[in-house]
């Protein structure tokens, strides 16, 4: 019986693998962070015989409240992630599995990988309306890749997408894997109608380094990228600085980033409503975006979800919020659950990356609401 975590986006601390039925294991931190909660590694073992996976010391992670409902996720494969039913107390999170092959993956959701990254990148540059840019390297080396879509003129507008500034959130990229399929069909009446109107630029990892890591939320530095909006830098944050340059030689007049949220299970947004400069029109905005989204798809909500900001009380520091300030355009972060959708929950998948590709699509033709009205 062995258990490893040597490969892209792995993450584990083998505490003790002796017993198939008392396997003890912790999660490794962010590097030079006290974040911790992805975790990410390969069972290797005799099939069809009980295991008992413990994961501990988990009151201490990230977000503990993340723990409670929450079900692992495992594949033969790779490619099918499926649920398995587990129980959090006590600090600790426990899941049985009679695996059908010698080797099984765990992950705390399905996991994208640095190499479908790179494939999904050369895949879009080879459709007619995409051209890919690199706007610098990360901390590690990684190129800091943005996707334009469409041929920019004055009358057009600017719409920014931006995903997984949290690697460990990689539903964000599954959803963005959605949205450029869509907007790419030369077929898609959606795509037809928006990028006559608009073009894109389009982000779907603003944290590489991270996400090859292992990492929950940091980049290679230890830092939170979502906290570095007012003031990043090369030194800290490059994939901030690049990508803040390129939307002020661009200009924006939309922008959704993309996230996950650990502990709340349902599908939201959080706006702008606590920028200084918050007016009617941005309301209207985020009203017609919320409205569109909820007729398009049932696998949206606007009850649940963050406090809002009290007005001037937002922080700069975050993107959606320093966009909209920056920009005075209408933006969004995404949220979506690691756990269930429990509007329409399904035992056996959860959220899972097929359900946050096709959020992503239908996120999309919601922005046919409004593209007309951004300026």
């Not at 608009?198 to 906290?227: C, E, Q, W």
Request: glycine share 6%.
């Amino acid at each position: 019986m062995k258990i490893s975590s040597n490969f892209d986006s792995g993450n584990i601390k083998v505490i003790d693998v002796t017993d198939p039925l008392n396997i003890q294991l912790e999660i490794n931190n962010d590097h030079n962070s006290e974040f911790y909660q992805w975790f990410h590694f390969r069972l290797e073992t005799t099939p069809y015989q009980l295991h008992k996976l413990n994961i501990n010391q988990l009151e201490k992670s990230a977000y503990p409240d993340g723990w409670e409902g929450y079900q692992a996720v495992a594949s033969y494969d790779r490619q099918t992630w499926f649920r398995v039913p587990s129980n959090y107390e006590n600090g600790t999170l426990s899941f049985e599995i009679e695996p059908e092959c010698g080797s099984v993956y765990f992950a705390y959701f399905a996991p994208y990988s640095y190499d479908r990254h790179l494939d999904l990148l050369s895949w879009a540059q080879t459709q007619g309306a995409c051209q890919l840019q690199t706007l610098g390297e990360t901390l590690d080396g990684r190129d800091m890749s943005v996707l334009k879509i469409g041929e920019p003129n004055e009358d057009k507008k600017v719409i920014w997408v931006t995903a997984r500034q949290h690697p460990g959130e990689t539903m964000a990229e599954w959803f963005v894997e959605g949205l450029l399929h869509k907007l790419l069909d030369d077929e898609d009446p959606h795509a037809a109608a928006l990028l006559s109107k608009a073009v894109f630029y389009i982000v779907p990892n603003m944290n590489p380094d991270g996400s090859v890591r292992g990492h929950l939320r940091t980049n290679a530095k230890g830092v939170n990228l979502n906290r570095e909006w007012q003031t990043p830098s090369m030194e800290n944050s490059p994939e901030v600085y690049l990508v803040l340059n390129k939307m002020r030689e661009t200009g924006l007049d939309m922008h959704l980033d993309i996230h996950g949220d650990e502990a709340i299970p349902y599908n939201f947004v959080a706006g702008s409503e606590g920028i200084p400069s918050y007016d009617e029109r941005l309301k209207n905005l985020e009203d017609s975006f919320k409205a569109a989204l909820l007729t398009i798809t049932p696998e949206f909500q606007d009850e649940h979800g963050y406090p809002k900001d009290e007005p001037g009380q937002a922080l700069l520091t975050v993107a959606s919020s320093a966009t909209a300030e920056e920009f005075k355009a209408l933006t969004y972060t995404i949220e979506m659950p690691f756990k269930d959708n429990n509007d329409l929950p399904d035992p056996d998948y959860g959220w899972s990356d097929r359900r946050s590709y096709q959020f992503g699509q239908d996120t999309l033709a919601a922005i046919v609401n409004v593209v007309d009205t951004l300026r």
